[in-house]
């Protein structure tokens, strides 16, 4: 073989392999569209700290490598501008311009075509004349958004609140967080919580026309998946269970001084109950029988009135949880180590419920058990031939796109559970929390 034909043999292979390397990456960024389908993990594995000690005394970084969220970075004399949207670096050494959607689903454009967009810019000292401060802060800030699919408590603790925690942890509450798209439902609801992340009010930054001046400003909240914290880039290496602290330290109080009694060895158990799609239709003869295999029975209706500290009490104070798979499974947060954790998973949403809701139960230490329904169980039966694809062969129905699974899977079925087949779940989850006391006795 002459040396050239062998330096193309050569090069052929390099190119093959790097092709090989490249495309699991590629698909996974291909497989990422829409509210419930995939979200990869970034590209670079990106620590908070590193794009703000890459910052001198003064300037202006954005980090755009990850695949959920963008974050930039801002150092020196900082002042807010809401008027013009933007966000102003005082400074005669260089000139710097970017945008940003401080939201933490950057890949969904039809998400992020809602969301406010940022100015982060330089000003000249002379021209920061007119942009005095009104209010100093000794503190830095973080601003994210409350847009987007917020009101979606599924959303508003994975895009919203852990991100925050997550950025905000460094600090040790010494931050002022600023709010774009700002809902007063929605400080109402969660206050709370940023209560125990921050010792200083939020500011509604298009509400609040003052000029608010900062030594340092973080815009943009980092994401590390679904309902999870990696231990590896958090300060002294925080994990799920510390933001499930800040959950008990915002409403345990009202949760310790009403449960005052010592726990029964009949396991209290939460049926998590859906109205409309994905509602279970036998709910009574469930419950009837849960009680008969040995459990206390609590049937929680959780809503967008229903006060977290009412949810926080029935999940903190549960031995296990069931629901159907959807946005209130997020409540699993609220669960103590070591309680059981059921998700009835209806046809066609395998994937979503264990990459959503299972693989996070099982990290944050819960007994997690799938109970998928067969087509006998689903409403789809009665609209759908036996040998349709919807029932047949499900994942060829999801390839179709995220609308076409929403309205078919999602908005579409409700669950008949098989009593008989449904007790074998809750016999082994009651054996698994007997022991589990039997053990620690």
């Known amino acids: 073989m002459s040396n050239i034909a062998l330096l193309r043999l050569t090069i052929l292979c390099s190119l093959l392999s790097f092709t090989l390397l490249l495309a699991p990456r590629l698909l996974s960024h291909a497989a990422a569209s829409e509210e419930d389908q995939e979200n990869p993990q970034p590209l670079v594995q990106d620590d908070e700290h590193v794009a703000a000690l890459s910052l001198s005394n003064s300037g202006m970084f954005c980090d755009r490598s990850a695949f959920r969220s963008d974050v930039c970075f801002m150092r020196g004399d900082v002042r807010t501008h809401s008027a013009s949207n933007s966000i102003l670096l005082v400074s005669q050494n260089f000139t710097a311009a970017e945008t940003i959607k401080p939201y933490t689903r950057k890949w969904e454009t039809g998400v992020m075509d809602t969301i406010a967009e940022l100015r982060l810019r330089t000003v000249d000292p002379d021209d920061a004349r007119a942009h005095t401060c009104d209010v100093r802060h000794d503190v830095p800030a973080v ?248 029932l047949r062969d499900p994942d060829s129905v999801n390839a179709k796109g995220w609308e076409t699974t929403k309205k078919v899977y999602l908005d579409g079925q409700r669950v008949t559970l098989d009593l008989v087949r449904f007790r074998r779940s809750l016999v082994r989850v009651r054996q698994y929390l007997i022991s589990r006391w039997t053990f620690n006795s």
């Open 143 to 390: 601003v994210f958004s409350t847009g987007g699919y917020t009101g979606n408590v599924y959303h508003d603790f994975n895009d919203g609140l852990i991100p925050l925690f997550i950025t905000s942890h460094q600090f040790d509450r010494k931050v002022v967080f600023i709010v774009l798209d700002h809902h007063p439902w929605w400080l109402a609801r969660y206050g709370k919580v940023l209560s125990r992340l921050s010792h200083h009010p939020p500011i509604d930054f298009a509400g609040d026309q003052r000029t608010h001046c900062f030594s340092e400003v973080i815009v943009g909240l980092r994401i590390h998946g679904e309902l999870a914290v990696d231990p590896a880039r958090m300060k002294n290496n925080a994990t799920i269970a510390d933001f499930r602290q800040v959950l008990d330290d915002a409403y345990g109080p009202r949760v310790k001084r009403i449960t005052t009694s010592a726990r029964s060895r009949r396991p209290k158990l939460v049926i998590v109950q859906r109205n409309g799609s994905r509602a279970i239709e036998n709910e009574g003869a469930v419950a009837s029988m849960a009680a008969a295999a040995g459990f206390r029975v609590e049937v929680l209706r959780p809503g967008a009135s229903t006060a977290l500290a009412r949810i926080h009490r029935a999940m903190s104070t549960c031995d296990a949880m069931v629901g159907v798979h959807g946005a209130a499974m997020a409540h699993i947060l609220f669960m103590r180590p070591g309680t059981a954790f059921v998700q009835i998973v209806p046809v066609g949403t395998d994937w979503p419920a264990a990459a959503y809701y299972g693989d996070p139960a099982t990290k944050m230490g819960l007994r997690y058990e799938a109970y998928r329904i067969l087509p006998r169980e689903s409403s789809l039966l009665g609209e759908y031939r036996e040998e349709d694809e919807v």
